[in-house]
T-cell receptor, first 113, second 115 residues
Framework: SQQGEEDPQALSIQEGENATMNCSYKTSINNLQWYRQNSGRGLVHLILIRSNEREKHSGRLRVTLDTSKKSSSLLITASRAADTASYFCATVPAIQGAQKLVFGQGTRLTINP | NAGVTQTPKFQVLKTGQSMTLQCAQDMNHEYMSWYRQDPGMGLRLIHYSVGAGITDQGEVPNGYNVSRSTTEDFPLRLLSAAPSQTSVYFC??????????????FGQGTRLTVV
């Protein structure tokens, strides 16, 4: 079964607005990662946050992690049309020998010009 | 350009046929994996490898075989294709086994249709 659940499944906003996507997961994790997928393309790694970190920034991206609630959020500020894509969270479970990324179902983000 | 290369990009198979999806990376990554992506299901792990000669099953391994004879290559074999294997397949690689570095690099995908 999927480790991560993402919310919302689809999000449509105006260019320049901020976009927030949420991810919940079930088991303890080593780290959590966010990926972007443009239509018909492979996934591109955006940012990684470790289990002992609470917040991380990269350009217009801000990721938070709340391990007590087993949840994370991805904030994209000042959105652009080029940000239109699907966004996935993925976790690396903190289980001995677990060497895999477990993905959520993704959020489809549309930025309207 | 460095990265993960998947071939073919598109493939149509008849039920019962076999084929191999190729995946190669030139970044000297230890870790390689195969996922399938179905609508509404996200990506599900099929098989993965933490180094040459070492492979392990993921979440949905049935109907697929893998081998890792070299660091660079990680082919995925469909033994007897079934319509349920219609999907988009992604190969990914990562520098570290623990996936704690800069995340995974993905290929562009193989869109497979089984009729």
């Amino acid at each position: 079964s999927q480790q991560g659940e993402e919310d919302p499944q689809a999000l449509s906003i105006q260019e320049g607005e901020n976009a927030t996507m949420n991810c919940s997961y079930k088991t303890s994790i080593n780290n959590l990662q966010w990926y972007r997928q443009n239509s018909g393309r492979g996934l591109v790694h955006l940012i990684l946050i470790r289990s002992n970190e609470r917040e991380k920034h990269s350009g217009r991206l801000r990721v938070t992690l709340d391990t007590s609630k087993k949840s994370s959020s991805l904030l994209i500020t000042a959105s652009r049309a080029a940000d239109t894509a699907s966004y996935f969270c993925a976790t690396v479970p903190a289980i001995q020998g677990a060497q895999k990324l477990v993905f959520g179902q993704g959020t489809r983000l549309t930025i309207n010009p | 350009n460095a990265g993960v290369t998947q071939t073919p990009k598109f493939q149509v198979l008849k039920t019962g046929q076999s084929m191999t999806l190729q995946c190669a990376q030139d970044m000297n990554h230890e870790y390689m994996s195969w996922y399938r992506q179905d609508p509404g299901m996200g990506l599900r792990l099929i098989h993965y490898s933490v180094g040459a000669g070492i492979t392990d099953q993921g979440e949905v391994p049935n109907g697929y075989n893998v081998s890792r004879s070299t660091t660079e290559d990680f082919p995925l074999r469909l033994l007897s294709a079934a319509p349920s294997q219609t999907s988009v397949y992604f190969c990914a690689s990562s520098y570290t086994r623990a996936l704690t570095g800069n995340g995974a690099f993905f290929g562009q995908g193989t869109r497979l249709t089984v009729v």
